[in-house]
């Protein structure tokens, strides 16, 4: 009795050292080596071995006790099921410890077994060389993590109850010790995934696809342990036709029957509302459900690659193409934080690739658009210009019929609207030069003389109207630098628009001022007023308003896409304010000269 009195107080201390080192610990050898000594010299086993499962094999990892026991079993690989799925079938359970007695195994398992060199006993309750004891070891969630097999009980014989339940404490001890190096691997894990996710967002922006997809191949295997990563994007057939392929350490080299089959397979799980990766492996002959498996089973024998991850790249339900992962047999299958790892990677890659085509759509539309701008310009420019000369021959030659007498209603008829085609063509041939210059000629040009100017030709028209015209002068000039020809363009468009859009009865007033560095020119009417649906569109080369009563009036919809244009390149511009059935007020604001 005094004997195990003494076992167990050494076993209490050693227990004592061994849960401090195993909460302190980050080395998880040592702490299992601290665990099976203590196994050892603490209660007294001739061996203590503990095993790590990593798959599904069981690897030695910490023996203690013998050293030549040590060194012929350390390192050993098992599969998981010959000790934890068969021996534990035909166990004894002792609490959480397993005891398989010799006259229990099956002859087939003896030659396996690492077999002590001691007497077979008469005694009952001495230990057999072939007797078993063994404790599965679990994390606290309950997942087998490893196995602790002992021998050579104290005393050779078969371990008491109080024996059994220090010897259960040390067990669990080996249990926290995996569980938390498991959970340090998987932090540890987490941090790279994070960091390589990271790289792979840094490479938003890329206009290029195929380099940035061999970069995320870098990061990726860096990151998550696999024999060859090959990644693909799919030409969209609309912006881009390449087939763009990345792959480490060997370039991705699917054929063609292979890369449709994966595509088919992945659109066929988007139409079905689930786009995820999915895994598979030669070994098993598990595909999940991946028709293209055939197609890739025979370059996976090949190379000797075992079992894969196949993610799409995509966004949302849109296949762009897929990631995929292979593995070699010993290596252990993709666990839930790699493939939502890869998921994210694909994901982010889906992104990426979808950004590349939207700005290079951009930039084609934006390219299509400019020429059809400089082609719109250059059709005018023609146009106009060819309209042009005949027009002039067919006025001058009516005012000389005019004077002749021939006539007079008719010619003047003819004279009317061939001066309206002129102003029309006029207009069409300002529009076109405006919209070609960058550069003026300025001059000191005087607002005030510009308005007095333009009312002065308005006069009669006004008259005529029944439209009462009215100049606010100020007490000196308002000067600004201008283009002599260009600006009074201006003035006179914003004028004689308010005396044609306002009705007989109506008042037009201009006045010419300076303000806060600017000189303004302010042309208010009381006529048709412009609704705010129109004024959107005012500037637009071509708009006339979609007042009916306006519509009237000939116009042609360029002057104020003229007069603007010539605004800016002055520096300035033109506001309206305006209500429809009241009046407007245009405002041209161009900087003064400094003084
Ligand atoms: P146009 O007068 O030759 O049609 P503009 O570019 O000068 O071309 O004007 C565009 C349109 O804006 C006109 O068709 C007219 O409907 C509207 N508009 C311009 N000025 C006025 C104004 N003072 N009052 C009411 N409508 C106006």
Same mark, same amino acid.
């Given at each position: ?42 209660? +007294? ?56 007695? =010799? ?5 087939? *398992? ?15 309750? #001495? ?18 993590? /490893? !196995?602790? #097999?002992?021998?050579?009980?104290? /005393? ?61 191949? *870098? ?17 969209? !057939? ?7 392929? #990345? ?40 595909? +999940? ?16 690659? !075992? =079992? +894969?991850?196949? #993610?799409?790249? /995509? ?20 666990? *839930? ?77 003819? /004279? ?126 071509? =708009? ?25 390149? =002055?520096? +300035? ?23």
């Amino acid at each position: 009795m005094a004997r195990f009195d003494t076992f167990n107080a050494d076993g209490v201390r050693r227990l004592y050292e061994v849960t401090t080192r195993v909460n302190s610990s980050t080395d998880l050898a040592e702490a299992l080596v601290e665990i099976a000594d203590g196994v050892c010299e603490g209660l +007294g086993y001739g061996v203590a071995a503990i095993s790590r499962l990593e798959g599904d094999t069981l690897v030695m990892a910490a023996v203690g006790g013998d050293d030549e026991v040590r060194d012929e079993i350390l390192g050993r690989r098992t599969p998981a099921e010959q000790v934890l799925g068969r021996e534990f079938s035909i166990a004894d359970h002792w609490g959480i410890l397993r005891f398989v007695p =010799h006259d229990r195994l099956p002859p087939e *398992q003896i030659s396996s077994l690492w077999v002590p060199d001691i007497e077979v006993s008469e005694d009952p309750d #001495a230990w057999h060389p072939l007797d078993a004891l063994y404790a599965p070891l679990y994390s606290s969630t309950g997942k087998l993590l /490893g !196995n602790m #097999a002992v021998d050579l009980p104290p /005393g050779n014989m078969i371990p008491n109850q109080q024996q059994r339940e220090l010897l259960e404490m040390f067990v669990v001890q080996a249990g926290v010790a995996l569980e938390n190096a498991q959970r340090r691997e998987q932090l540890g894990r987490q941090v790279r995934y994070g960091e390589a996710l990271k790289k792979l967002a840094l490479l938003s922006g890329t206009l290029e696809i195929e380099p940035a997809l061999q970069e995320a191949a *870098q990061a990726l295997f860096e990151a998550i342990p696999a024999a060859q990563i090959s990644v693909r994007c799919f030409p969209d !057939n609309v912006e881009d036709h390449e087939n763009y392929t #990345a792959g480490i350490p060997l370039p991705a080299s699917a054929n063609d029957d292979t890369v449709a089959g994966i595509r088919q397979d992945l659109v066929r799980h988007a139409a079905k509302g689930r786009l995820q990766p999915v895994s598979f492996s030669v070994r098993d002959n598990e595909f +999940g459900d991946l028709e293209s498996a055939s197609l890739m089973q025979a370059r996976m024998v090949k190379h000797g690659w !075992n =079992h +894969g991850l196949l #993610a799409p790249i /995509g966004v949302e339900l849109e296949v762009l193409g897929y990631l995929m992962l292979l593995r070699e047999p010993a290596e252990a299958d993709f666990d *839930q934080d790699e493939v939502d790892a890869i998921h994210e990677a694909g994901r982010e890659l889906g992104r990426l690739v979808r950004d590349v085509r939207l700005r290079r759509t951009e930039r084609r539309l934006l390219a299509e658009l400019r020429e059809l701008d400089r082609y719109k310009g250059e059709l005018i420019a023609t146009i106009s210009h060819e309209l042009k000369t005949p027009l002039t021959s067919i006025i001058g030659h009516t005012e000389m019929l005019e004077e002749a007498g021939v006539q007079p209603s008719s010619v003047s008829a003819i /004279g009317r609207n061939a001066a309206r085609l002129d102003r029309l063509v006029t207009n069409l041939l300002n529009y076109s030069r405006i919209q070609g210059r960058r550069e003026l000629q300025q001059a000191p040009l005087d607002l005030v003389e510009l308005c007095r100017t333009s009312l002065e030709m308005l006069r009669i028209q006004a008259q005529s109207g029944g439209v009462s015209l009215e100049l606010v002068e100020p007490e000196g000039p308002v000067m600004v630098m201008g283009d002599a020809e260009e600006l009074p363009r201006v003035v006179d468009n914003l004028c004689s628009n308010a005396v044609k859009y306002t009705p007989r009865g109506g008042r037009v007033e201009v006045s010419a001022l300076a303000r806060d560095g600017l000189g303004e020119v302010l042309v208010r009417d009381s006529g048709l007023g412009i609704s705010p649906q129109d004024q959107v569109h005012l500037f637009s080369a071509f =708009h006339r308003s979609t007042n009916p009563e306006a519509l009237t009036i000939p116009g042609t919809g360029l002057g104020l896409a003229i007069s603007r244009t010539i605004a800016e390149l =002055h520096g +300035g511009d033109i506001k309206v304010e305006s209500e429809f059935g009241t009046g407007s007020a245009f405002t041209l604001r161009i900087p003064l000269i400094e003084s």
